[in-house]
């Protein structure tokens, strides 16, 4: 699941991209929850490239949820996926690390700190270096 508002600057474009590589596994799906009213445009690019990738039966754009819904979705998932390009504060990460969902995010603005470190100085989630 990517939880982050669909919009350009959370990376949705390049997730897609990287979904499409590993089509011919089995067994997974991709949920995008968050915003989709502040840029209609892009919105409708995204599922132009889910389409176009063939992915409309693995990645679904479900818009904003919340309260009881929100937590039925975290409940179905295994992993958080955050490909954002910059992130003033990463609370939409530490949301899934308190349900010890794991996560692996870009390593960008505060993500690194929201993610934080175990009593043993191990990560619960998994900071990924940008590289587009």
Known sequence: ?????????????DLIYDLAHVADLTGWSCHFVG?????????ARLRALIDEYELVDRVTIHGPLADDALDEAYTAVDLLVLPSYAESFGLVVQEPLSRTIPVMASDVGSVPEAIGSTPAGERPGLPIPRVR
């Open 1 to 13: 699941m990517c939880v982050a508002s669909l919009t350009p600057v959370t990376g949705h474009e």
């Open 35 to 43: 915003g989709i009213a502040q840029n209609p445009a892009h919105v």
